[in-house]
Every structure is written in C-alpha cells, then in structure tokens.
C-alpha cells in the first residue's frame, strides 16, 4: 500500500499543479479584461469636445519636458526669468534704441578687453590665466538641424503649391486672412515688438488654458459651429456659384 501511495502521489501534484495553473490563467484573463475597460470618466472626458481636436494634456501639447514647464509656469523662477530677460532686450533696443550690431560690438569688446589684461596680469598677481574653452561646433549636430530645416521648408513649400493650385479652397482662405492680418501687424509693430509680443502670448496663453480649458472649450465649440453655419450660407450663396472650369490632370514624364 505505501508503494501505491507514493506512485500515485506525483500524478495527484501535477493535477494540483494544473488546476492552479488554470485558475491562475482565469485570474490573469479577468484582471487583463477589468484593465482594457475603459472607466465611465474617461469616456466621458473623451467625448468633450477640446480645441484643435487635442486629444492630450497641455502640457504633452507642448512638447512635455523643460520647456512645457516653462511655458506653463510649472517653475515659476526660471520662467520669470525669461520673460525677465526677454523684456530687457526689448527695453535696451525698442525704448533707448540701442542696436544689436552695436550690442554685439560692445559685448565683445569688454569680454575681448577683459580676457586680455586677465591673461597679461596674470603673472603679474600670481594668478593663472583665464582657461579659455575650445568651442567647435559638431558635425552631427549642425547636419540634424540643417536636415530639420530643409524638412520643415520642403513641407511648407509643398503646402503653398496645394494652396496656388487651387484644389484646397479653406487652406487658401484661412493663408490670406491670415497674411492680412499679419500685414495690419507689421503695420502697427515693427518685427522686435511682434516677436515680443508673441513671446510674452507664448508664456501666458497656454497656462490661462490650461486654467480655464472646459470653459474656452466650450465656447470655441459654439464658435465653431457658429463658423461652419455661415460658412455654409456663404458656400451656397457665393462660392457655388463661381464657374469653375474642367480639371485635366497633366501626365509628367
């Protein structure tokens, strides 16, 4: 009897050892299907209309990291510091008038001054030389941002040739409403004062949407739907009745 007993008792383990297994599979199944479940809120939350069609935070808008934080005001010091720097620039060349040119001039005349009489006195006052860094700049780096521009400048360039051959109608209107009004800007503003003023836009607006993002929602919803009904009056009245001639498609060997 004990030699049955113990024949028979790896047979019962590696039963016990199945029926564990399945019930584990059964657990891991059941907690895999509760986890692709999505949670009433969010889909909720995925149906409220956002602008532009932003289907993520803010902050991953912005690219995420650093300079999220910065426009954001997620750090309060540096971003303070920015516009800090940036609103001296504008004082030192739009209220005394100072020029970069000469700026540039100045800066470098005080460094260059500096660093010599550092480096002449140096054995004068027992003191080591001033050590001047070797900057070169890398191949890679200046390759990537080169390829970066051209990629950017092919896009837009491919953007205008859709745009002047007429096949997108909204993209040709919302291009020149938007030249116009930057010619009333440039108007008003010279190039440093525009620049500013979008900088200062940059570090305001994102962190006053991200404040107040449901209620703007809300009413760039109606906006839009406001903007898409006189747009269809003004399709029906007008843009239809426009002669358009045939559209030949051209064959380019």
Same mark, same amino acid.
């Given at each position: 009897?004990?030699?049955?007993?113990? +024949?028979?008792?790896?047979?019962? +383990?590696?039963?016990?050892?199945?029926?564990?297994?399945? %019930?584990?599979?059964?657990?891991?199944?059941?907690?895999?299907?509760?986890?692709?479940?999505?949670?009433?809120? +969010?889909?909720?939350? *995925?149906?409220?209309?956002?602008?532009?069609?932003?289907?993520?935070?803010?902050h991953k808008v912005l690219g995420g990291g650093k300079p999220a934080d910065i426009f954001l005001w997620r750090d309060k010091k540096i971003t303070a510091g920015v516009l800090g720097f940036a609103?001296?620039?504008?004082? =030192?060349?739009?209220?005394?008038?100072?020029?970069?040119?000469?700026?540039v001039c100045h800066i470098l005349i005080a460094a260059l001054a500096v660093l010599f009489l550092w480096s002449n006195a140096s054995t004068f006052i027992n003191k080591s030389p001033p050590q001047?860094?070797?900057?070169?700049?890398?191949?890679?780096?200046?390759?990537?941002?080169?390829?970066? %521009? !051209?990629?950017?400048?092919? !896009?837009? =360039?491919?953007?205008?040739?859709?745009?002047? *051959?007429?096949?997108? %109608?909204?993209?040709? =209107?919302?291009?020149?409403?938007?030249?116009?009004?930057?010619?009333?800007?440039?108007? @008003?503003?010279?190039?440093?004062?525009?620049?500013? *003023? @979008?900088?200062?836009?940059?570090?305001?607006?994102?962190?006053?949407?991200?404040?107040?993002?449901?209620?703007?929602?809300?009413?760039?919803?109606?906006?839009?739907? +406001?903007?898409?009904?006189?747009?269809?009056?003004?399709?029906?009245?007008?843009?239809?009745?426009?002669? !358009?001639?045939?559209?030949?498609?051209?064959?380019?060997?």
């Open positions: 009897m004990a030699d049955h007993a113990g +024949e028979y008792e790896p047979v019962v +383990e590696s039963v016990m050892e199945k029926i564990n297994e399945k %019930l584990h599979g059964q657990d891991s199944s059941s907690s895999d299907s509760e986890d692709e479940k999505i949670s009433p809120v +969010e889909a909720v939350k *995925s149906k409220i209309y956002r602008l532009f069609g932003r289907e993520r935070p803010v609103t001296a620039i504008w004082v =030192l060349f739009e209220l005394l008038e100072y020029h970069l040119l000469t700026l001047i860094p070797e900057v070169i700049l890398p191949e890679d780096i200046v390759l990537g941002v080169a390829a970066a %521009l !051209r990629i950017e400048i092919n !896009r837009a =360039l491919e953007i205008l040739r859709d745009i002047a *051959s007429g096949k997108e %109608l909204k993209k040709f =209107l919302a291009v020149i409403a938007g030249l116009w009004i930057l010619s009333i800007l440039g108007n @008003c503003w010279n190039f440093l004062t525009l620049f500013y *003023s @979008c900088f200062v836009l940059l570090h305001t607006v994102p962190v006053l949407y991200e404040k107040y993002e449901d209620q703007v929602d809300a009413f760039a919803e109606k906006a839009e739907a +406001e903007f898409k009904k006189q747009y269809a009056v003004f399709n029906v009245k007008v843009l239809s009745k426009i002669p !358009r001639g045939p559209l030949k498609d051209k064959k380019i060997l």
